[in-house]
Protein backbone atom coordinates (compact mmCIF):
# COMPACT_ATOMS: atom_id res chain seq x y z
CA UNK A 1 0.00 0.00 0.00
CA UNK A 2 1.53 3.42 -0.71
CA UNK A 3 0.84 5.91 2.25
CA UNK A 4 1.96 8.90 0.24
CA UNK A 5 0.47 12.12 -0.68
CA UNK A 6 -0.50 12.35 -4.12
CA UNK A 7 1.32 15.37 -3.91
CA UNK A 8 5.04 13.77 -3.81
CA UNK A 9 3.32 10.64 -5.90
CA UNK A 10 2.57 13.47 -8.42
CA UNK A 11 6.14 15.47 -8.53
CA UNK A 12 9.00 13.88 -10.87
CA UNK A 13 12.15 13.78 -9.34
CA UNK A 14 14.61 16.94 -10.81
CA UNK A 15 16.65 15.17 -14.01
CA UNK A 16 19.53 17.28 -13.63
CA UNK A 17 19.97 16.24 -9.71
CA UNK A 18 18.86 13.00 -10.51
CA UNK A 19 21.85 12.55 -13.43
CA UNK A 20 24.66 14.15 -10.62
CA UNK A 21 23.59 11.51 -8.60
CA UNK A 22 23.81 8.66 -11.16
CA UNK A 23 27.34 10.14 -12.07
CA UNK A 24 28.12 10.31 -8.58
CA UNK A 25 27.43 7.08 -7.94
CA UNK A 26 29.15 5.70 -11.01
CA UNK A 27 32.66 7.91 -9.76
CA UNK A 28 32.41 5.76 -6.26
CA UNK A 29 32.14 2.62 -8.48
CA UNK A 30 35.90 3.61 -10.10
CA UNK A 31 34.11 4.91 -13.50
CA UNK A 32 36.56 8.12 -14.68
CA UNK A 33 32.96 9.98 -15.19
CA UNK A 34 33.15 13.78 -16.37
CA UNK A 35 29.91 15.31 -15.20
CA UNK A 36 28.98 18.31 -17.89
CA UNK A 37 25.56 17.79 -16.12
CA UNK A 38 24.79 20.39 -13.27
CA UNK A 39 24.78 23.89 -13.94
CA UNK A 40 27.23 24.73 -11.47
CA UNK A 41 30.21 27.34 -11.99
CA UNK A 42 33.79 25.98 -10.88
CA UNK A 43 35.26 28.66 -9.70
CA UNK A 44 35.76 29.33 -5.93
CA UNK A 45 33.19 32.52 -4.27
CA UNK A 46 35.55 35.06 -4.39
CA UNK A 47 38.04 36.25 -1.59
CA UNK A 48 36.30 39.64 -0.44
CA UNK A 49 32.72 37.86 -0.01
CA UNK A 50 34.05 34.85 1.58
CA UNK A 51 36.16 37.54 3.65
CA UNK A 52 32.50 39.46 4.59
CA UNK A 53 31.04 35.48 5.97
CA UNK A 54 34.24 35.16 7.96
CA UNK A 55 33.74 39.20 9.65
CA UNK A 56 30.01 38.10 9.93
CA UNK A 57 31.14 35.08 11.98
CA UNK A 58 33.29 37.04 14.03
CA UNK A 59 30.75 39.83 14.96
CA UNK A 60 28.63 37.15 16.17
CA UNK A 61 25.93 36.98 13.49
CA UNK A 62 24.04 33.80 14.80
CA UNK A 63 20.70 34.49 15.78
CA UNK A 64 17.72 34.25 13.42
CA UNK A 65 17.35 36.17 10.47
CA UNK A 66 14.28 38.56 9.55
CA UNK A 67 11.84 36.32 7.77
CA UNK A 68 12.69 38.58 4.38
CA UNK A 69 15.93 38.69 5.47
CA UNK A 70 18.43 41.39 6.88
CA UNK A 71 17.39 45.01 6.12
CA UNK A 72 21.02 46.12 4.83
CA UNK A 73 20.78 43.19 2.33
CA UNK A 74 16.95 44.68 1.15
CA UNK A 75 19.13 47.71 0.85
CA UNK A 76 21.90 46.47 -1.34
CA UNK A 77 19.44 44.55 -3.45
CA UNK A 78 17.62 47.69 -4.32
CA UNK A 79 20.58 49.71 -5.46
CA UNK A 80 21.56 46.58 -6.89
CA UNK A 81 18.46 46.38 -9.06
CA UNK A 82 18.97 50.55 -10.14
CA UNK A 83 22.01 49.91 -11.35
CA UNK A 84 22.02 47.04 -13.07
CA UNK A 85 18.47 47.06 -14.19
CA UNK A 86 17.40 50.61 -13.49
CA UNK A 87 14.28 48.99 -11.41
CA UNK A 88 12.96 51.40 -8.10
CA UNK A 89 12.37 48.55 -5.95
CA UNK A 90 12.09 49.87 -1.79
CA UNK A 91 13.13 47.43 0.75
CA UNK A 92 8.98 46.20 1.61
CA UNK A 93 9.33 44.76 -1.97
CA UNK A 94 12.20 42.64 -1.75
CA UNK A 95 12.43 39.02 -0.08
CA UNK A 96 15.72 37.12 0.70
CA UNK A 97 15.10 33.30 0.18
CA UNK A 98 16.92 30.20 0.59
CA UNK A 99 17.99 30.18 -3.20
CA UNK A 100 16.48 31.50 -6.26
CA UNK A 101 14.54 28.18 -6.44
CA UNK A 102 12.58 28.72 -2.88
CA UNK A 103 11.68 32.62 -4.06
CA UNK A 104 10.39 31.20 -7.06
CA UNK A 105 8.09 28.62 -5.15
CA UNK A 106 7.17 30.93 -2.87
CA UNK A 107 5.93 33.43 -5.77
CA UNK A 108 4.07 30.25 -7.30
CA UNK A 109 2.36 28.91 -4.19
CA UNK A 110 0.95 32.76 -3.25
CA UNK A 111 -0.81 33.21 -6.63
CA UNK A 112 -1.59 29.59 -8.24
CA UNK A 113 -4.68 28.33 -7.12
CA UNK A 114 -5.84 24.89 -8.73
CA UNK A 115 -6.70 24.62 -12.07
CA UNK A 116 -4.88 27.49 -12.53
CA UNK A 117 -2.08 27.22 -16.04
CA UNK A 118 0.95 28.37 -16.36
CA UNK A 119 2.63 29.35 -19.22
CA UNK A 120 6.28 28.10 -19.43
CA UNK A 121 8.05 28.47 -22.82
CA UNK A 122 10.08 25.73 -23.95
CA UNK A 123 13.06 25.00 -23.15
CA UNK A 124 12.65 25.99 -19.59
CA UNK A 125 14.24 25.20 -16.26
CA UNK A 126 13.29 21.72 -15.21
CA UNK A 127 12.10 23.38 -11.92
CA UNK A 128 8.97 25.40 -12.99
CA UNK A 129 6.98 22.75 -14.56
CA UNK A 130 7.35 20.92 -10.77
CA UNK A 131 6.51 23.80 -9.18
CA UNK A 132 3.62 24.67 -10.59
CA UNK A 133 2.57 21.11 -10.17
CA UNK A 134 3.32 21.28 -6.37
CA UNK A 135 0.67 24.10 -6.93
CA UNK A 136 -2.00 21.79 -8.22
CA UNK A 137 -1.83 24.31 -11.19
CA UNK A 138 -1.43 23.25 -14.71
CA UNK A 139 1.65 23.72 -16.72
CA UNK A 140 1.42 24.49 -20.83
CA UNK A 141 4.52 24.30 -22.76
CA UNK A 142 5.16 26.93 -25.78
CA UNK A 143 7.30 24.62 -27.69
CA UNK A 144 10.51 26.72 -29.60
CA UNK A 145 13.20 25.33 -32.23
CA UNK A 146 16.48 25.57 -32.47
CA UNK A 147 16.43 27.34 -35.68
CA UNK A 148 14.20 30.06 -33.95
CA UNK A 149 17.18 30.51 -31.54
CA UNK A 150 14.53 28.99 -29.08
CA UNK A 151 12.54 31.92 -28.66
CA UNK A 152 8.79 31.76 -28.75
CA UNK A 153 6.72 34.44 -30.72
CA UNK A 154 3.86 36.76 -29.73
CA UNK A 155 1.79 34.91 -32.04
CA UNK A 156 2.47 31.52 -30.37
CA UNK A 157 2.00 33.68 -26.65
CA UNK A 158 -1.23 35.14 -28.11
CA UNK A 159 -2.76 31.47 -29.26
CA UNK A 160 -1.25 30.14 -25.81
CA UNK A 161 -3.59 32.05 -23.21
CA UNK A 162 -6.66 30.90 -22.16
CA UNK A 163 -9.55 32.33 -19.53
CA UNK A 164 -7.45 30.08 -17.07
CA UNK A 165 -3.95 31.74 -17.81
CA UNK A 166 -2.74 33.22 -14.37
CA UNK A 167 1.16 33.37 -15.15
CA UNK A 168 3.99 33.01 -17.15
CA UNK A 169 7.50 32.08 -16.24
CA UNK A 170 10.36 34.03 -17.79
CA UNK A 171 13.61 33.16 -17.86
CA UNK A 172 16.87 35.35 -19.86
CA UNK A 173 19.68 34.37 -20.25
CA UNK A 174 17.69 30.66 -20.56
CA UNK A 175 18.47 27.70 -18.51
CA UNK A 176 19.18 25.37 -20.59
CA UNK A 177 19.18 27.10 -23.75
CA UNK A 178 21.34 30.05 -23.13
CA UNK A 179 19.09 31.71 -25.19
CA UNK A 180 18.44 35.99 -24.19
CA UNK A 181 15.29 38.07 -25.37
CA UNK A 182 16.70 41.44 -26.40
CA UNK A 183 14.42 44.20 -24.99
CA UNK A 184 12.44 44.53 -29.12
CA UNK A 185 11.61 40.71 -28.18
CA UNK A 186 10.26 41.53 -24.37
CA UNK A 187 8.55 44.45 -25.90
CA UNK A 188 6.76 42.75 -28.21
CA UNK A 189 5.39 39.53 -26.40
CA UNK A 190 4.21 42.69 -23.39
CA UNK A 191 2.13 43.87 -26.30
CA UNK A 192 0.12 40.65 -25.84
CA UNK A 193 0.38 40.44 -21.76
CA UNK A 194 -1.11 44.34 -21.71
CA UNK A 195 -4.35 42.25 -23.39
CA UNK A 196 -4.54 40.08 -20.40
CA UNK A 197 -4.38 41.74 -17.45
CA UNK A 198 -4.64 39.67 -14.85
CA UNK A 199 -1.59 37.42 -16.30
CA UNK A 200 1.36 37.68 -13.86
CA UNK A 201 4.59 37.58 -15.01
CA UNK A 202 7.49 35.78 -13.18
CA UNK A 203 11.24 36.92 -14.72
CA UNK A 204 14.06 34.09 -13.65
CA UNK A 205 17.05 36.61 -14.46
CA UNK A 206 19.73 34.34 -11.99
CA UNK A 207 21.86 34.62 -15.15
CA UNK A 208 21.98 37.86 -16.33
CA UNK A 209 25.70 38.87 -15.65
CA UNK A 210 26.88 35.71 -17.52
CA UNK A 211 26.10 37.29 -20.67
CA UNK A 212 28.24 37.59 -23.85
CA UNK A 213 27.22 41.10 -25.13
CA UNK A 214 23.53 41.01 -25.73
CA UNK A 215 22.51 43.35 -23.20
CA UNK A 216 20.27 42.14 -20.33
CA UNK A 217 16.99 43.67 -20.41
CA UNK A 218 14.49 42.94 -17.25
CA UNK A 219 10.87 42.62 -18.03
CA UNK A 220 9.59 44.92 -15.10
CA UNK A 221 11.79 47.31 -17.26
CA UNK A 222 8.25 47.66 -19.38
CA UNK A 223 5.95 50.76 -17.45
CA UNK A 224 2.94 48.47 -18.57
CA UNK A 225 3.87 45.29 -16.52
CA UNK A 226 5.83 46.56 -14.17
CA UNK A 227 2.83 46.47 -11.42
CA UNK A 228 2.55 42.50 -12.52
CA UNK A 229 5.82 41.01 -12.71
CA UNK A 230 7.88 39.42 -10.09
CA UNK A 231 12.01 39.81 -10.98
CA UNK A 232 13.70 36.75 -9.57
CA UNK A 233 17.87 36.92 -9.36
CA UNK A 234 20.34 35.39 -6.83
CA UNK A 235 23.80 35.08 -6.18
CA UNK A 236 24.60 31.36 -6.84
CA UNK A 237 25.54 31.44 -10.87
CA UNK A 238 27.57 35.04 -11.19
CA UNK A 239 29.57 35.14 -7.85
CA UNK A 240 30.09 31.23 -7.76
CA UNK A 241 28.01 30.88 -4.29
CA UNK A 242 25.66 27.98 -5.29
CA UNK A 243 26.32 26.28 -2.17
CA UNK A 244 25.62 29.44 0.23
CA UNK A 245 21.79 29.56 -0.64
CA UNK A 246 21.04 33.11 -1.34
CA UNK A 247 18.18 34.11 -3.95
CA UNK A 248 15.75 37.56 -3.84
CA UNK A 249 12.16 39.37 -5.43
CA UNK A 250 11.59 42.16 -6.13
CA UNK A 251 7.47 42.77 -6.35
CA UNK A 252 4.80 44.68 -5.69
CA UNK A 253 4.20 45.13 -1.83
CA UNK A 254 0.87 43.14 -1.96
CA UNK A 255 3.21 39.90 -3.60
CA UNK A 256 6.42 40.28 -1.37
CA UNK A 257 4.33 40.34 1.59
CA UNK A 258 2.38 36.94 0.45
CA UNK A 259 5.82 35.45 0.02
CA UNK A 260 7.27 36.82 3.47
CA UNK A 261 4.05 35.18 5.10
CA UNK A 262 4.71 31.80 3.45
CA UNK A 263 8.10 31.89 3.72
CA UNK A 264 7.47 32.04 7.71
CA UNK A 265 5.60 29.09 7.68
CA UNK A 266 8.19 26.84 6.26
CA UNK A 267 11.57 27.76 6.03
CA UNK A 268 11.59 31.59 8.17
CA UNK A 269 14.87 33.85 7.31
CA UNK A 270 18.08 32.19 5.10
CA UNK A 271 21.37 31.92 6.60
CA UNK A 272 22.77 34.89 8.84
CA UNK A 273 26.20 34.35 7.58
CA UNK A 274 25.17 33.77 3.80
CA UNK A 275 23.44 36.85 3.82
CA UNK A 276 26.14 39.34 5.27
CA UNK A 277 28.42 37.68 2.62
CA UNK A 278 25.76 38.55 -0.22
CA UNK A 279 26.12 41.98 0.90
CA UNK A 280 29.93 42.50 0.25
CA UNK A 281 28.59 40.91 -3.57
CA UNK A 282 25.83 42.82 -4.47
CA UNK A 283 27.57 46.11 -3.58
CA UNK A 284 30.89 44.96 -5.22
CA UNK A 285 31.54 46.46 -8.33
CA UNK A 286 30.20 43.87 -11.13
CA UNK A 287 33.42 44.01 -13.17
CA UNK A 288 34.45 42.34 -9.85
CA UNK A 289 33.43 39.14 -11.79
CA UNK A 290 34.04 39.60 -15.21
CA UNK A 291 37.12 37.36 -14.89
CA UNK A 292 34.77 33.99 -15.02
CA UNK A 293 32.46 35.53 -17.42
CA UNK A 294 35.35 35.78 -20.18
CA UNK A 295 36.34 32.39 -19.10
CA UNK A 296 32.92 31.06 -19.94
CA UNK A 297 33.17 32.56 -23.26
CA UNK A 298 35.86 31.03 -24.11
CA UNK A 299 34.72 27.55 -23.04
CA UNK A 300 31.73 28.29 -25.16
CA UNK A 301 33.59 29.14 -28.14
CA UNK A 302 35.72 26.00 -27.40
CA UNK A 303 32.72 23.80 -26.38
CA UNK A 304 31.04 25.05 -29.72
CA UNK A 305 33.69 24.17 -32.18
CA UNK A 306 34.71 21.17 -30.88
CA UNK A 307 30.63 19.93 -30.93
CA UNK A 308 30.71 20.89 -34.83
CA UNK A 309 32.99 18.19 -35.87
CA UNK A 310 30.43 15.75 -35.06
CA UNK A 311 28.04 14.88 -37.57
CA UNK A 312 24.35 14.61 -36.38
CA UNK A 313 24.78 17.98 -33.90
CA UNK A 314 22.84 20.79 -34.56
CA UNK A 315 24.04 23.82 -32.72
CA UNK A 316 23.03 27.31 -32.26
CA UNK A 317 25.82 29.75 -30.62
CA UNK A 318 23.94 30.51 -26.73
CA UNK A 319 24.25 34.33 -26.13
CA UNK A 320 24.34 33.96 -22.44
CA UNK A 321 24.28 31.34 -19.06
CA UNK A 322 26.92 28.09 -19.22
CA UNK A 323 25.43 25.86 -21.25
CA UNK A 324 25.15 24.19 -24.91
CA UNK A 325 21.93 22.44 -26.41
CA UNK A 326 22.32 20.59 -29.19
CA UNK A 327 19.66 19.32 -31.12
CA UNK A 328 20.33 15.53 -31.50
CA UNK A 329 17.28 13.97 -33.07
CA UNK A 330 19.49 13.39 -35.89
CA UNK A 331 20.67 10.35 -34.10
CA UNK A 332 17.36 9.04 -33.22
CA UNK A 333 16.42 5.26 -34.41
CA UNK A 334 19.62 4.53 -34.74
CA UNK A 335 21.70 1.98 -32.15
CA UNK A 336 25.28 2.68 -31.38
CA UNK A 337 27.49 0.84 -29.48
CA UNK A 338 24.54 -1.64 -28.95
CA UNK A 339 21.84 1.25 -27.59
CA UNK A 340 18.62 1.48 -29.87
CA UNK A 341 18.60 5.44 -29.35
CA UNK A 342 14.56 6.37 -29.40
CA UNK A 343 14.68 9.51 -27.81
CA UNK A 344 16.93 12.28 -25.82
CA UNK A 345 16.75 10.35 -22.70
CA UNK A 346 18.13 6.85 -24.54
CA UNK A 347 20.81 9.33 -26.08
CA UNK A 348 22.41 10.96 -22.56
CA UNK A 349 22.23 7.66 -21.16
CA UNK A 350 24.61 6.28 -23.96
CA UNK A 351 27.02 8.80 -23.67
CA UNK A 352 26.98 8.03 -19.84
CA UNK A 353 27.60 4.43 -20.36
CA UNK A 354 29.63 4.57 -22.96
CA UNK A 355 31.63 7.75 -23.05
CA UNK A 356 31.56 7.91 -19.41
CA UNK A 357 30.14 11.53 -19.92
CA UNK A 358 26.83 13.17 -17.78
CA UNK A 359 25.11 15.21 -19.65
CA UNK A 360 20.97 16.21 -19.24
CA UNK A 361 17.99 15.03 -21.24
CA UNK A 362 16.32 18.05 -23.21
CA UNK A 363 12.71 15.84 -22.00
CA UNK A 364 13.39 17.66 -19.11
CA UNK A 365 13.16 21.00 -20.25
CA UNK A 366 10.45 20.13 -22.58
CA UNK A 367 13.06 20.16 -25.69
CA UNK A 368 13.02 16.40 -26.05
CA UNK A 369 14.74 17.10 -29.34
CA UNK A 370 18.16 18.05 -27.73
CA UNK A 371 20.09 17.41 -24.68
CA UNK A 372 22.01 20.26 -22.42
CA UNK A 373 25.68 20.46 -21.76
CA UNK A 374 27.12 22.28 -19.16
CA UNK A 375 30.39 24.18 -19.96
CA UNK A 376 31.09 25.18 -15.83
CA UNK A 377 33.92 22.57 -16.30
CA UNK A 378 37.95 23.15 -16.74
CA UNK A 379 38.96 23.36 -20.16
CA UNK A 380 41.10 20.03 -19.79
CA UNK A 381 37.49 18.49 -18.89
CA UNK A 382 35.63 19.62 -21.43
CA UNK A 383 38.15 18.87 -24.64
CA UNK A 384 38.19 15.29 -22.91
CA UNK A 385 34.30 14.85 -22.63
CA UNK A 386 33.70 15.95 -26.35
CA UNK A 387 36.35 13.17 -27.76
CA UNK A 388 34.94 10.42 -25.77
CA UNK A 389 31.82 11.87 -27.10
CA UNK A 390 32.92 11.97 -30.44
CA UNK A 391 34.75 8.34 -29.98
CA UNK A 392 31.39 6.60 -29.16
CA UNK A 393 29.38 8.39 -32.08
CA UNK A 394 31.60 7.59 -34.87
Known amino acids: MNFLSDRINSLPISATLAMAAKARELKKQGKDIISLSLGEPDFNTPEFIKEAAIKAIQDNYNS ?35 GAKQSIANVAQVLLNPGDEVLLPAPYWVSYSAIATLCEAKFIE ?3 TIDADFKITPEQLEAAI ?8 FNSPNNPSGTIYTEKEYRALAKVLEKHPNIFILSDE ?24 ITVNGVAKAFAMTGW ?20 QITSGANCIAQRATIAALEAPVSNIHYMVKEFRSRRDMVLKLLKEIDGFKLNVPKGAFYVFPNISAFFGKTIAGIKIENASDFSMLLLEKANVATVTGDAFGAPNCIRISYAASEENLREAVKRIKSVLS
Request: proline share 6%; hydrophobic share 35%; glycine share 6%.
Open 142 to 144: IRS
Open 162 to 169: TPKTKMIF
Open 245 to 264: RIGYIGAPEWIAKACTKMQG
Open 64 to 98: YTPVDGYLELKEAVCLKFKRDNNLDYAPNQIVVST
Open 206 to 229: IYEHINYGTKHFSFAKIPSMTDRT
